[in-house]
């Protein structure tokens, strides 16, 4: 047998990793992956020799159990804490903390940093919201889905970003960044919707406590601490507070994410003042000894300093959001859809969005035609009143069936539906509770794929007519 030798092998593990790295910076390779999983999920949870162990894992209790001394259990914590919950309360919390500094990042220095740029994604995404809640609840008013209003409400960034980017220049370039601002937006209003509308009873005293520890970070970032450990270790209080008070524990990320100091240690003369001192020593300690192998000693000592001066000049929210991207793009979000994308069709009949029950409604219906049909609709109605009445301005190069064509786009539901629909439904029996779930997932997959397929025939077929006329 033929052997590698070790250089070889070290030279393809190289390799591998720049193409890797190359592909996983591609606009469209999340929403890829993010398919390829669920694809995954619902083959793990409908094959025979799989369904029973995919379940069983996502039930598996992950708690930590505090005993007294006659060995009867005192505490129990987190409660009622499994694999599923685990990460739909835990690791979708990070999930909602970058999106936290996303829309901060926006709102600060990005397209809903003023009223002229903000204006129309902010009046568009309300008009795509209202819309699909409007369509679900006029379709199940009085039933047992009545409940899953918020689910289509949602627009999800990244299957949006994925398809603009596959569609290319056909977009224009302000659609793209509208469609952008407008999905920000959109997780803003669907993160107010799980917090006032998707949680449990509140515990008063104790959502007390947590806002009196919201206030001493408040406290910590006006006395200008720059350390990013006490934060983290205020935000895990916060959550654990939000976990037990009735208010869902994603919304302690998005709270904690506007908390996090925007201002860096150091400001630009600071920075080109230190950085020249520190080359200058650089310069002086290489002619020491020339003969020396780079960096000797001290000069090791100064490329340490630059690191820590280039990593102050930067704000702690930009930092922190630049290091939890790719974990939760390529590992969290993965996670998400193998957990809940996961559903048992047993009935063939979820596949039928136009099925109607007298007392359970049709979830299947409301959320399809709320994606498909609300979302464009709403989009496009609330902005054209608002341009009409000059409220906001119609992107640049962009003509009313395009923005209809993209507006289509904003029907991609997916990781924030699949989210709201993991929540709704908690007033029924286990049973209907679940059975309304599995409808509204596979409704939520059925009406992304069609909103996604025809916002891109639309934008190809108006490409396609412009260049004609």
């Known amino acids: 047998m033929k052997l590698i030798p070790i250089y070889t092998w070290n030279k393809e593990v190289l390799r591998f990793n720049r193409r890797s790295d190359r592909l996983s910076k591609q606009p469209w390779f999340q929403g890829v992956l993010l398919m390829t999983c669920v694809a995954v999920a619902m083959l793990l949870a409908n094959l025979p020799f799989t369904k029973d162990l995919y379940h069983s894992l996502l039930e598996t209790r992950m708690q930590l159990h505090f005993y007294s001394e006659d060995g009867a259990v005192n505490w129990l914590f987190p409660r009622d804490m499994t694999v599923e919950k685990f990460i739909n309360d835990i690791l979708m919390v990070i999930f909602f903390f970058t999106v936290g500094l996303e829309i901060r990042r926006e709102i600060a220095y990005g397209e809903l940093s003023s009223p002229k740029k903000a204006l129309l994604p902010v009046i568009a995404a309300f008009g795509g919201v209202v819309a699909p809640a409007l369509i679900f609840t006029l379709i199940n008013h009085g039933t047992a889905a009545a409940s899953g209003w918020g689910i289509p409400t949602a627009t999800d960034i990244a299957f949006a970003v994925c398809i603009l980017s596959v569609l290319g220049d056909k977009v224009p370039v302000s659609l793209k960044v509208f469609l952008t601002a407008l999905a ?12 006032l509308f998707y949680g449990g009873s509140i515990n008063l005293p104790l959502l007390a406590v947590g806002l009196g520890v919201i206030l001493l970070t408040l406290l910590l970032r006006r006395i200008g601490e720059k350390k990013l450990f006490p934060y983290l270790l205020l935000a895990v209080i916060v959550w654990i507070i939000f976990y037990y ?44 000894d020339d003969d020396r192998e780079f960096p000797n000693g001290p000069q090791k000592h100064c490329l340490r300093q630059l690191d820590k001066i280039a990593t102050g000049s930067m ?12 974990w939760v793009n390529f590992l969290i979000m993965p996670i998400f859809a193998l957990a809940n994308a996961g559903v048992e069709i047993s009935d063939p009949s ?18 399809f035609l709320g994606l498909l049909l609300g979302k464009p609709v709403g989009i496009t109605l609330l902005s054209w009143i608002a341009i009409k009445c000059k409220v906001g301005e119609m992107p640049a190069k962009a003509n009313w069936p395009m923005f209809f ?41 059925m009406g992304s794929v069609c909103a996604g397929i025809l916002g891109s025939v639309l934008v190809s077929l108006v490409h396609k007519l412009s260049h004609k006329a």
Request: charged fraction near 15%; hydrophobic fraction near 50%.
């Open 315 to 326: 704000d702690m929210s930009y930092r922190v959001e630049h290091a939890l991207a790719p």
């Open 184 to 195: 920000i937006a959109d997780d803003l209003i669907a993160i107010l919707v799980v917090a």
């Open 405 to 445: 064509a993209v507006a289509c786009l904003g029907g991609i539901g997916f990781t924030m539906s699949i989210f709201v629909d993991t929540l709704s439904f908690g007033d029924q029996t286990p049973e209907v509770m679940a059975q309304l779930r599995d409808a509204g997932k596979i409704a939520v997959l």
């Open 350 to 367: 979820y596949f039928n969005v136009f099925r109607y029950d007298a007392a359970l409604g049709s979830v299947s219906m409301g959320i």
């Open 245 to 288: 008070s009735g208010i869902h524990a994603t919304m302690s990320g998005v709270v904690m994410a506007f908390l996090i100091p925007a201002k860096a240690r150091y400001n630009k003369s600071q920075y080109y003042h230190k950085r020249n001192h520190y080359i200058a020593l650089l310069d002086q300690y290489d002619s020491i």
